[in-house]
C-alpha cells in the first residue's frame, strides 16, 4: 500500500525504493561456513551507530515512502537491546505510516525474543536453517545447536509469528535433503525459501565446490512433487510455486540463475550508516555524516534523495572457476541478506 501523504522515492530505472534492510550489526553467534571465515575481524563497537541513530534513519526513511524494513545482520537479536528498536520502529507499523517490520534471524534467541517481538507489531520472520540434521547443523554453522534454533520456531509459532524458512542451497550438503525439509516446513505450516550462494567476502572454502544452481534443484523436485507456478509476492525477490503435495509454497531466490534487478525495490543500510543501493555492487553513500552533522534531518533527506539517483541497474555476481575473487569484498553480514 503506497501513502499518498509520502510518495515512493523513484530510482533512474522507474522502480520504487519502498523496501529498507538494515544489518544492526555485523556480529554474530554462528560462522556459518558460506557467510563468513572463522576467525572475523568485526567492525570496532565505537564505529556503530547508536539505536536511537538506527531509529532516527528508519523513521526519515519511512518519511520518504519506505514502507517495509527487515533488521538483519550478523545476527540481529545478538544487538544489545534491540528489542528497543524493533519498538521503535514497529510504531510507525502501528501508526499506518508502514505496512510490516519483519526480520531475518538464525534462530538461536528466538524463544527468548519471541513472544516480545508479536507484541512490538512484527508478525512475520524468516529463520535460516540449512539441514534439519544437528551433526551437520553444527558443521555448517561451525557450532550451531539445532536444538536451541527449534526451539525457538516453536516459540515464535506459539508466540503467533509467522514464519518462513530460508536455506541456502549448498552441493553435495543439503540438495538432497531439501525434500525432507520442505515437508517438514509445510507440515509445520511455514513457507520455505531456497537461495543460491552469492559470492560475497572472502572465506575458508571455495565457493564453486558448493554452488548448486536451483534451475538444478527445481528439476530434481519436480521429480518427486507437483510445481505450481504462482504469482504469490512477499515484496523481496523470491519467485514461489505450490507445492501439490503438501499445499506449502516453495520461493527460489536466484541472484545467480536468473537476475531479478529488473524489480528491485530496496536498499541495505549497514550498522555504521553506509547505505547500499544494490547488494552486489560496492557503490554506497555515508549517511553517519549527515545524520550527526544536524540535529533536523534536511542533510539526510538530500543525502538519500543523492543515492538513490546512483541505484544501478543490477549486480554482476558470477561463480565459476576461473573467477576467484569474491563479486563484492564484503560479508553479506555486513550489508544484511
Ligand atoms: N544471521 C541471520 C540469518 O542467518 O538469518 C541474518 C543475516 S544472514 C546474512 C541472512 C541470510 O543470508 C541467511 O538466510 C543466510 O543463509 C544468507 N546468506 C549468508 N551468506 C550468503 C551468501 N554468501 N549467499 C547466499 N546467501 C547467504
Ligand atoms: Fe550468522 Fe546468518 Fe551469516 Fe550464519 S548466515 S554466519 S547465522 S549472519
Redesign the pocket.
Known sequence: MQDTLNPAMMDPFGRAVTYLRVSVTDR?????T???AENMTFLPKKDLLTLEELERLCAVFVDKGVRKIRLT???PLVRKNIMHLVRQVGRHVEAGRMDELTLTT?GSQLARFASELYDCGVRRINV?IDTLDPDKFRKI?RW?ELDKVLEGVRAAQAAGLKIKINAVALKDFNDTEIPDMLKWAHGEGMDMTVIETMPMGEIDEDRTDRYLPLSQLRADLERRFTLEDIPFKTGGPARYVKIRETGGRLGFITPMTHNFCESCNRVRLTCTGTLYMCLGQDDAADLRGPLRASEGNDLLSAAIDEAITRKPKGHDFIIDRTTRQPAVAR???VTG?
Open positions: 554474530c553467534d554462528f560462522r556459518c558460506y557467510c563468513m545482520g550478523g545476527e538464525n535460516s554453522t550451531g560479508h553479506m553480514s541478506g
